[in-house]
Every structure is written in structure tokens, then in C-alpha cells.
């Protein structure tokens, strides 16, 4: 069974740092591409970025290019989101998912529970 486990959010003030993680299982891991998604209070679940099984290709939504940064920690097992100058709109449960580096729900095939990211203005 596939498991993903996210944990690194929490509250914070707009232009701070958060960095979260997403564990996997080895299998996992090593087979497929990840990423990350996000959903704010009424709002439909949206792309972040994701990044590729190799970890040489990555992709952002324009609204966190240059902020937020995917990586992946091979010893651990864990994808990684660094997030940078979050502003108060970055609020949203972060979600985790494997399978693909594309852009909507349905390329995904593995979910974790998600993670709060609150950001206070």
C-alpha cells in the first residue's frame, strides 16, 4: 500500500519561510515523480510544482515561481517544498501526490492527508 505522509506546516507571517516534507515509502519513492498541490478555504485543489523520479526536471505554478523550491532527498526518502516569502493568498492544506509531473488531480494516482499552511498578513 502507498503511503505519503506530509508534516512541516503550521502559522506564519507574510514574507517568512516554511519547508515542507512528504515521506514515502522506498518503492515509492524511487518510481515515481511527485508533487504538490493545494487548496485554499473555497477553492478548488490547484498544482504547485512537481518534480520528476530522476529529480532533473521541475515545474512551478507561475504564483510560486521563484519562491517555493521541489527537491528530493534520496537518503530519506522525502520530497521536499521549500517555501519562501509566503504571503497571506499561499494559505491552503498542501497535498502531496505521486505518479506524474502534470498540472491537474487526475495525473496523480497516490494522496496524502495534507497539511495546514496559514499565512497572517
Known amino acids: 500500500q502507498v503511503q505519503l505522509v506530509e508534516s512541516g506546516g503550521g502559522l506564519v507571517q507574510a514574507g517568512d519561510s516554511l519547508r515542507l516534507s512528504c515521506a514515502a515509502s522506498a518503492r515509492t519513492f524511487r518510481d515515481h515523480p511527485m508533487g504538490w498541490f493545494r487548496q485554499g478555504p473555497g477553492k478548488e485543489r490547484e498544482f504547485v510544482a512537481a518534480i520528476s523520479d530522476s529529480g532533473a526536471y521541475t515545474r512551478y505554478v507561475d504564483s510560486v515561481k521563484g519562491r517555493f523550491t521541489i527537491s528530493r532527498d534520496k537518503a530519506k526518502n522525502t520530497v521536499l517544498l521549500q517555501m519562501n516569502s509566503l504571503k497571506p493568498e499561499d494559505t491552503a492544506v498542501y497535498y502531496c501526490?505521486?505518479?506524474?509531473?502534470?498540472?491537474?488531480?487526475?495525473?496523480?494516482?497516490?494522496w496524502g492527508q495534507g497539511t495546514q499552511v496559514t499565512v497572517s498578513p
Open positions: 501526490a505521486a505518479g506524474s509531473v502534470g498540472t491537474t488531480t487526475q495525473e496523480y494516482s497516490y
